[in-house]
């Protein structure tokens, strides 16, 4: 779009800025990495089953179906709040990394509890897998991140010069 600006008598082309550059959304690349975390996530709970891990607590067994459906649901919250924070952050990636390390070890704090009463080997494959998910994650994200650093607040690059009549 160009304005045209009068300044002393003549008419000079302005090239219009946008207000605001609109972020690139991170969610696609946030599935990808959901998709890659669940599936490793998984292999990794059928491997600890059939190397003999008891997966059972005082609630009952955990399914195997657990692990995939809890690191896709953990994920997509993540993504989420990756979307928001690339929208207000002045720094996101690093905002988003912080956040997302708080998180993820706020994870763990569940699985080591003794409320569930799990076996100590099943509470080492929990951790683990928390800690899987988010390294495939979270780096997928925050790349996206990166890329867009520094849209906070859009700051004019040029100043309307005042007519003079």
């Known amino acids: 779009m160009t304005l045209y600006l009068p300044e002393h008598r003549q008419t000079k082309a302005v090239?219009?800025?946008?207000?605001?550059?609109?972020?690139?959304?991170v969610w696609p690349r946030g599935l990808v990495a959901?998709?890659?975390?669940?599936?490793?996530?998984?292999?990794?709970?059928?491997?600890?089953?059939?190397?003999?891990?008891?997966f059972g607590s005082s609630v009952g067994d955990v399914p195997i179906s657990a692990f995939p459906m809890l690191t896709v649901y953990c994920s997509v919250i993540g993504i989420i709040i990756?979307?928001?924070?690339?929208?207000?952050?002045?720094?996101p990636?690093?905002?988003?990394?912080?956040?997302?390390?708080?998180?993820t070890g706020l994870s763990l704090v569940p699985d080591v509890l003794p409320f569930f009463e799990f076996d100590?080997?099943?509470?080492g494959v929990l951790c683990l897998t928390h800690l899987v998910a988010a390294s495939i994650v979270v780096p997928m994200i925050a790349v996206r991140l990166e890329e867009r650093r520094g849209l906070g607040l859009h700051v004019p690059t040029h100043r309307r010069q005042p007519t003079r009549r």
């Open 15 to 25: 090239e219009a800025t946008p207000d605001r550059e609109r972020p690139t959304p």
């Open 34 to 54: 959901t998709a890659i975390a669940a599936v490793v996530t998984t292999l990794m709970a059928v491997i600890a089953k059939v190397a003999g891990v008891d």
């Open 82 to 91: 990756a979307e928001v924070i690339i929208r207000v952050a002045t720094m």
């Open 93 to 103: 990636r690093s905002t988003f990394q912080i956040t997302m390390i708080v998180l």
């Open 120 to 123: 100590l080997t099943f509470v």
